[in-house]
């Protein structure tokens, strides 16, 4: 269903298990910056009152996970950690030029958003059905649901305001370069390391 092109190391399950809480810091951050795309496509793009809309219910959603997130580190006694770069989103915002006319733009950051939330879904399964912890494995499971669908609300408006065919092409070639990024990741207590 998400389309990647190269599944996560099945070492990287191993890595993140045994670091569980790195993986909540690094996750909600990851939460906080879902929420601030959400934001930033309202103010870059507010001639788009569906997306408007949409973006507005998504940055609640969001904020509400990095909200459940916190409360599971405060939970287990610890504080959110300092916030780390994320690797994977730097290298993947390299795919496409910068620049263009303003449908492109949004087009790429909406192809973008997609496949970062295809691969935290992905990521969230694999969490679900390898934690020990069952209350963290469902809670992980819960969010795998959720992400399943901020993807394919990403997808459908990339294709909604983007000629279909040339963004079913730029998705695939998007899908691609992601499978080369992913490659040379997997072995760090991060979501998407």
């Known amino acids: 269903m998400l389309g990647l092109k190269l599944?996560?190391?099945?070492r990287w399950v191993d890595i993140a298990s045994k670091n569980i809480d790195d993986?909540?810091?690094d996750h909600a951050f990851c939460e906080q910056k879902a929420a601030s795309t959400a934001i930033s496509?309202?103010?870059n793009f507010p001639e788009y009152p569906e997306l408007v809309s949409e973006m507005v219910a998504l940055a609640r959603e969001e904020m509400g996970h990095f909200k459940m997130v916190h409360d599971r580190i405060l939970e287990r006694g610890q504080t959110l950690g300092r916030h780390r770069k994320d690797d994977y989103v730097i290298a993947l915002m390299k795919c496409f030029p910068k620049g263009g006319d303003r449908e492109i733009q949004?087009?790429?950051r909406l192809l973008y958003a997609a496949l970062i939330e295809a691969r935290s879904?992905?990521?969230f399964r694999l969490l679900s059905e390898a934690l020990e912890d069952p209350e963290l494995s469902e809670f992980y499971h819960r969010?795998?649901?959720s992400e399943a669908g901020h993807y394919t609300l990403f997808l459908k408006f990339a294709r909604k305001y983007g000629d279909r065919e040339v963004v079913d092409r730029k998705w695939q070639e998007l899908l691609d370069y992601e499978?080369?990024?992913i490659k040379n990741l997997g072995n760090s207590e991060t979501?998407?390391?």
């Open 41 to 43: 496509l309202i103010v």
């Open 191 to 193: 979501i998407h390391g």
């Open 106 to 108: 949004l087009v790429h």
């Open 121 to 123: 879904c992905e990521r």
């Open 179 to 181: 499978a080369e990024i």
């Open 7 to 10: 599944p996560t190391d099945p």
């Open 23 to 25: 993986i909540l810091t």
């Open 143 to 145: 969010l795998m649901v």
